[in-house]
């Protein structure tokens, strides 16, 4: 079983910066994909970027430019750099990685851009 458990959400004012962690569990982290979700008030959850084992990365429109994910496969960790904020990024941030075709979840960890 994998786990995932995220943290590094916080409240922050707009135009701020803020980085997300995800420690993944398992000896197979490096091998898979991970990702980057977030959820909204109200909304269905979107994708926000993604990481491949080769460390080729994609994003939504939405943060491109603001936004970087990355990881570090020696601490099994996935990471999300998030530079000016807005109050629109608010959002329970989420990530996910896909291993043998099952795709795991963290619980989350909340964002909130307010002034």
């Known amino acids: 079983q994998v786990q995932l458990v995220e943290s590094g959400g916080d409240l922050v004012q707009p135009g701020r910066s803020l980085r997300l962690s995800c420690a993944v569990s398992g000896s197979s982290f490096s091998f898979y994909p991970s990702a980057w979700y977030r959820q909204a008030p109200g909304k269905q959850r979107e994708f926000i970027a993604l990481i491949t084992s080769g460390n080729k990365t994609s994003y939504a429109d939405s943060v491109k430019g603001r936004f970087i994910i990355s990881r570090d496969n020696a601490k099994n960790t996935v990471f999300l750099q998030m530079n000016s904020l807005k109050p629109e990024d608010t959002a329970v941030y989420y990530c996910?990685?896909?291993?043998?075709?099952?795709?795991?979840w963290g619980q989350g960890t909340q964002v909130t851009v307010s002034s």
């Open positions: 996910n990685t896909v291993q043998r075709g099952v795709t795991y």
